[in-house]
């Protein structure tokens, strides 16, 4: 597995490439089976995969979320290696925001809505990474998870909006044994949060209405940002403690 940390070196051997089709699973690192389910759908579907590891300061609207997101390079690394990944780039954020992030990419409505009504600039840093990324690795399908289900949907309507030459991969969310969506912030759960945090996904499902999931979660203890319904879909973000959790059934 070839590992970069430097863009000029990647963009050389991405030059040299013949095999395709090219997959490509852009991630924030602190690895879980949710994103090597991900890299696993890449893995068969394609003759390479690339996988990048990148905690994107522009999406993070909390300076505290952002200093407390969990890293560890060499655990993730492994898992890639162990997963058949071809090769991982690594860059830094001075690689990445060249231009000291003078460019960026905005959508202004549905981007304003759900997480982005609660997440100032969040949605704008995560497309603006996610065009980066795209331009620098040129893969032919590039695969994201249904958890994000409103990042899912923004990222395919921007590769649309601008031609971009590149399939969008919906992948299914990969969930605990309890029904926790896996999220890289679950670590920051204590045990008593933990315990209780299963309830989101079982509320989303059971709630015969937006109001009574509300109620619900509201009545646990959940601090709530939002739940909502959006064309077959019930989503929804919660706070417990410090820890924002979303996810997002089918109804
Ligand atoms: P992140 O590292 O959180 O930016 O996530 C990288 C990719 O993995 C995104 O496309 C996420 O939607 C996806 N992902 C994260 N958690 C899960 C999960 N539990 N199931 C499926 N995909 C996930």
Redesign the pocket.
């Known amino acids: 597995m070839k590992i970069f940390t430097s863009i000029t070196q990647w963009q050389a051997y991405r030059s040299s490439l013949q095999e395709s089709p090219l997959g490509f ?11 090597l ?2 890299v696993e759908a890449s893995c068969r579907q394609n003759a390479l995969t690339v996988v990048s590891v990148f905690i994107n300061p522009e999406q993070f609207d909390e300076s505290a979320d952002f200093e407390a997101y969990p890293v560890d390079h060499e655990k993730d690394l492994k898992q890639l290696e162990d997963a058949g990944v071809d090769a991982v780039l690594l860059p830094d954020v001075t690689q990445i925001y060249t231009d000291d992030y003078r460019f960026k990419v905005t959508e202004n409505d549905f981007s304003r809505r759900f997480c982005g009504a609660h997440r100032p600039g969040h949605f704008d840093g995560v497309l603006t990474v996610v065009m980066r990324l795209l331009n620098l690795v040129r893969p032919d399908n590039a ?6 289900y409103q ?2 949907h923004l990222i395919r309507d921007m590769t649309a909006a601008f031609f971009m030459p590149v399939n969008i991969v919906a ?5 605990e044994t309890d029904g926790l ?4 912030r679950n670590q920051h759960l204590d045990e008593q949060q933990r315990a209780k945090a299963a309830a989101l996904y079982a509320s989303l499902k059971q709630g015969p209405t937006v109001d009574q999931a509300r109620q619900t979660l509201a009545g646990l203890g959940f601090e709530i940002d939002y739940v909502e319904e959006i064309a077959g879909r019930r989503l929804a973000a919660v706070r417990l403690g410090n820890t924002r959790l979303i996810d997002n059934v089918e109804i």
Do not use: N, W
């Open positions: 699973v852009p991630t924030m690192g602190a690895l879980h089976q949710g994103h389910s991900l695969y994201f998870g249904e958890k994000d990042q899912l992948c299914a969310t990969i969930r969506a896996m999220s890289s």
